[in-house]
C-alpha cells in the first residue's frame, strides 16, 4: 500500500451528464470497503482509459474510453458519479476526424482545461499507433490533432507490443509537457515505457513530440498468472509519482480475471529531457480471480489521497470504485 500522499492539483473541467462512488475505507489487510459502480455493460462497456473531469463536493464528473473497433459502438463516455444515484452515462460523439477503433488510454493535458488525449492501440497491427488530443463540448468530443506514436513506422502489432497506455505530464519547474506510453507486455516479456518531449500545442501534428528517450522496461511482481498484462494503464501524479495497473487475462470474455495497482517510479527532466526512472514496484493494491476485476484505467483526484480505478470486464462490461492512496 502507498505510504505517502500522491500530491494533485485540480482537474480539467467538462460537464459530465451524473456516479455514486462510496470513498471507502480501506480494512486492515489494505481491502477496499467500498462499491464497484457499473458505467457500461456487456462487451462494449469496458473501461479502457479514465480522468477526472470535475471534482466538486462529493460529485465526480468523468471521461472514459472504450475499447471499441466496430461502427456506431462508443469511443468516449461522459460519467456523473454523485452520492444517492446511479451512475449516468453519456456516451459523446466524435468529431474532427475518422471515428478511431480500439481507444486503450486517457489523460487530461495539465495547465490546458478541457483538452484531453485518447491513444487507439494498432489493433495488432491493422494500423498504426496514434494519439488524438481532443476537446469535448456539449456531447461531441472534437478532434484539434492527430499524430502516428514515435517509433511505430515499422508496428506490425502482437500481444506483448500492444500499446495501452499514454499520458501527459507538466514538469512543474520548467512546464514543459512530457508524453509517458507503454506496451502491455505479456507474461515474460516486460511493458517497454518511453517517454518524449511533448507540444500539445504545436503548429502540425509532426512537431507534437520531441526528443524520444528509453525504453524503460517493466514486469508486475503479480498478477503472476498466465497471460499477464503487466502495464494495462499508466498515470503521471503532478510531483512526478509514476501510477501503474497491471492486469491478468485469460482471454476467455468471462473471466476469472485479476488486477494489481502499483507506485512503480518517477519522472522528471533533465537538461530538458525526460528522465523516467522505474524502481522496484510498492504495491498499492490487489484484486484476485475472486474479484474477478480487470483494471485497464487508472486516474488520479485532485485531494491527492484518491484514485479511481476503471475496469474492463469483458462479459460484464465495466466499473470503476475509488480508492484511497494513503494509510
Known sequence: MAKKRIVATGAAGVCACAVLVTTGA???????????????????????????????????????????????????????????????VRDLKWAGSEVPKDLESLDAV???????????????GKFRPTVYDVTVSGGTATVRWSAPLPGTEKYAGDD???????????DPATKKYVAVWATRGSNGTASQVRSAAFDPAAAAPDKVFGHVSGPVAFRAPWPA??????????????????VLSSAQDPNKNSGPFSSAVYEAGR?????????????????VRRYT?????????????????????????????GSVLQDRLDD
Not at 160 to 170: I, S
Not at 225 to 242: F, M, N, W, Y
Open 26 to 88: 480501506l480494512s486492515a489487510h489494505g481491502a477496499e470497503e467500498g462499491t464497484w459502480q457499473k458505467v457500461g455493460d456487456g462487451m462494449t462497456g469496458g473501461v479502457s482509459g479514465m480522468v477526472v473531469t470535475k471534482a466538486a463536493g462529493d460529485r465526480l464528473d468523468l471521461l472514459v474510453a472504450r475499447d471499441n473497433k466496430d461502427p456506431g459502438q462508443p469511443r468516449l463516455s461522459a460519467v456523473r458519479l454523485a452520492p444517492g444515484h446511479a451512475p449516468a
Open 110 to 124: 495539465p495547465g490546458r482545461p478541457g483538452e484531453y488525449t485518447t491513444m487507439s492501440s494498432g489493433d495488432s
Open 160 to 170: 506483448t507490443q500492444n500499446y495501452e497506455a499514454f499520458a501527459v505530464h507538466q
Open 225 to 242: 498468472q498466465d497471460e499477464v498484462r503487466h502495464i494495462s494503464d499508466l498515470k503521471i501524479a503532478p510531483d512526478g509519482t509514476v
Open 267 to 283: 519522472l522528471g527532466v533533465d537538461k530538458g529531457r525526460p528522465a523516467l526512472k522505474l524502481s522496484k514496484p510498492e504495491e
Open 289 to 317: 480471480t475472486a474479484d474477478n476485476r480487470k483494471i485497464e484505467a487508472v486516474a488520479l483526484l485532485p485531494d491527492g489521497d484518491h484514485a479511481l480505478w476503471g475496469t474492463d470486464d469483458e462479459d460484464f462490461g
